[in-house]
């Protein structure tokens, strides 16, 4: 199994950009599609972006899209978040997550889905 670890949150006013690193160990970062969810107390687990094994495929949530990038590295077993023009409501725990299953495509955006969850770093956006 893969152990995630991530890193590169922090408080940001709004508007300025912030890069999110998951590092992955235990297991190489290929062999997993990956995503990104945030979670504010209280709520549910909301999907940020997600991306396929080989980068072929990727997919934003439509409250961030035009705002962020998903990539990866799987030479370096490195998942990245560029997250630019931040707002308040942006404000969450980040966590990024792997998943082994098929049918990527139809389910990407369920937390459920994914097996393997890192412990989160703090976003907080101020206005």
């Known amino acids: 199994q893969v152990q995630l670890v991530e890193s590169g949150g922090g408080m940001v006013q709004a508007g300025n950009s912030l890069r999110l690193s998951c590092a992955a160990s235990?297991?190489?970062?290929?062999?997993?599609?990956m995503g990104w969810f945030r979670q504010v107390p209280g709520r549910e687990r909301e999907f940020v972006a997600a991306i396929g094994r080989n980068s072929g495929y990727r997919y934003y949530a439509d409250s961030m899209k035009g705002r962020i990038t998903i990539s990866r590295d799987n030479a370096k077993n490195m998942l990245y978040l560029q997250m630019n023009s931040l707002k308040p409501e942006d404000t969450a725990v980040y966590s990024c997550?792997?998943?082994?299953?098929?049918?990527?495509?139809?389910?990407?955006?369920?937390?459920?889905?994914?097996?393997?969850w890192g412990q989160g770093t703090q976003v907080t956006v101020s206005s």
């Open positions: 235990g297991r190489t970062l290929s062999t997993y599609d």
């Open positions: 997550a792997a998943r082994s299953l098929t049918a990527f495509w139809l389910d990407y955006k369920v937390a459920s889905k994914y097996a393997y």
